[in-house]
T-cell receptor
């Protein structure tokens, strides 16, 4: 099936560093979602974005809905070891059906 | 958000057998999606299930292999039929439309290993 292009594919960072990842699509979306998945768990919703240009925060996480509606960004500030996991973006054009990104694997070194 | 439970959480099955996965949501939801996540991969949509109508399958997935039931707005099942080792994967249900929002939440997943 179709997937969104997510980058970087993986990241190794030091504790305390900021993290940026992005997701791009060839299609316009009306909604962007960001999830985190830890080993043995289902994806957990972090942030939902509903409007182009929207910037939304959830604690140390900030996500933006790109102005072109074809991309989205997720930033994590001051990373901690428990941020480790796989981060997925997902976009929908308004049909309740989402296309998922390829995932960004984050590892935080203490 | 919604509280979503899946049964079984994991199973080891023999080739040629079938397994039915149950998904229960604590609130009524418009649509139920079923995904597959192969090891180290992203999520791939199998089908969309609405109550009272036949599920809609994505390319590469067929009803004979993955029959789905949606008897009410809080429950759904996915059956993986005539399993082969290639079906080893995580299967996740995902309700959409909780509280009228278009967000999707995920169950904890069912980890299936086919020998």
């Amino acid at each position: 099936g179709q997937q969104l292009n997510q980058s970087p594919q993986s990241m190794f960072i030091q504790e305390g560093e900021d993290v940026s990842m992005n997701c791009t699509s060839s299609s316009i979306f009306n909604t962007w979602l960001w999830y985190k998945q830890e080993p043995g768990e289902g994806p957990v919703l972090l942030i939902a974005l509903y409007k182009a240009g929207e910037l939304t925060s959830n604690g140390r996480l900030t996500a933006q809905f790109g102005i072109t509606r074809k991309d989205s960004f997720l930033n994590i500030s001051a990373s901690i070891p428990s941020d480790v996991g796989i981060y997925f973006c997902a976009g929908s054009s308004g049909t309740y059906k989402y296309i998922f990104g390829t995932g960004t694997r984050l590892k935080v070194l203490a | 958000s919604a509280v979503i439970s899946q049964k079984p959480s994991r199973d080891i099955c023999q080739r040629g057998t079938s397994l039915t996965i149950q998904c229960q949501v604590d609130s009524q939801v418009t649509m139920m999606f079923w995904y597959r996540q192969q090891p180290g991969q992203s999520l791939t949509l199998i089908a969309t299930a609405n109550q009272g109508s036949e599920a809609t399958y994505e390319s590469g997935f067929v009803i004979d292999k993955f029959p789905i039931s949606r008897p009410n707005l809080t429950f759904s099942t996915l059956t993986v039929s005539n399993m082969s080792p290639e079906d080893s994967s995580i299967y996740l249900c995902s309700p959409s439309g909780v509280g009228g929002q278009e967000t999707q939440y995920f169950g904890p997943g069912t980890r299936l290993l086919v020998l």
